[in-house]
């Protein structure tokens, strides 16, 4: 068992292996608990055994619908993160004040508020997807900090279809290209490959703001005298 290996679940979920990737999408978006699912690696494997001929090498694996997936996938990220939304504005604080246990973090959230703080609403939310850990805190943090619902379904639904879709098209590239024998070593390399391309504008963003802060006049330590009634 390894709740982070996607080949694992898609060989327990067997011929409802489609609806389970949708079920584990909104799960990994939309509860808390969820952050553990694995989303990139969930999407890319998907992708991958859409192929009928790489579904063969899962006993009792029935290929993926690739047109589910594109459809399916987006829908179900995009509800779980207004889900996720919903929550934080309703319950607001309260919903992060328990102490650390094995399934929860403070330091996520912490994760998370900080990088809706540094990258502002909307590109937090869109970057947010390609993070794993923070783009299942993101979405109550946003609800918590006042974003916007109808703001927050814009940036969540562009982020969602970016994530899913680029995820399974990759998978499904790599399903008809590969050797289906040998197909677990491309998995987690098409993964990083996406994540180190998503982290690149994070990357960009970071060395403008350092370039600006250093650019910015450096206050001289001058006070002008405050007028008084004497003047």
């Excluded at 389970?20 to 799960?27: P, R, S, T, Y």
């Excluded at 694995?38 to 619908?65: H, Q, R, T, W």
């Excluded at 900080?114 to 783009?135: D, H, Q």
């Amino acid at each position: 068992m390894n709740l982070l290996d996607p080949t694992w679940w898609l060989s327990i979920l067997g011929a409802f292996a489609t609806i389970g990737v949708l079920a584990i999408i909104f799960a990994e978006t939309g509860l808390l608990l969820g952050f553990f699912l694995p989303g990139d690696s969930l999407l890319v494997a998907a992708g991958i055994f859409s192929s009928a001929e790489v579904a063969k090498g899962i006993p009792g694996l029935e290929p993926l619908s690739l047109p589910v997936l594109l459809i399916g996938t987006p829908l179900c990220a995009i509800a779980g993160a207004q889900l996720g939304h919903l929550l934080g504005a309703r319950y607001g604080r309260r919903l992060f004040d328990k102490p650390d246990s094995r399934l929860f973090k403070r330091e996520h959230v912490l994760q998370a508020e900080e990088f809706f703080g540094k990258f502002g609403e909307a590109r937090a939310v869109v970057l947010a997807r390609f993070v794993p850990i923070v783009r299942t805190f993101m979405n109550p943090v946003a609800g918590v900090l006042g974003m916007r619902p109808k703001r927050f379904l814009t940036w969540n639904a562009v982020g969602a279809v970016l994530w899913t879709e680029s995820m399974i098209l990759l998978g499904n590239v790599l399903g008809h290209q590969v050797d289906p024998k040998e197909i677990d070593r491309y998995i987690l390399p098409g993964v990083f490959l996406i994540v180190l391309i998503s982290v690149i504008p994070i990357v960009v963003e970071v060395v403008k703001k350092r370039r600006a802060a250093k650019a910015a006049p450096v206050p001289t330590g001058r006070h002008h005298r405050v007028p008084t009634d004497a003047d």
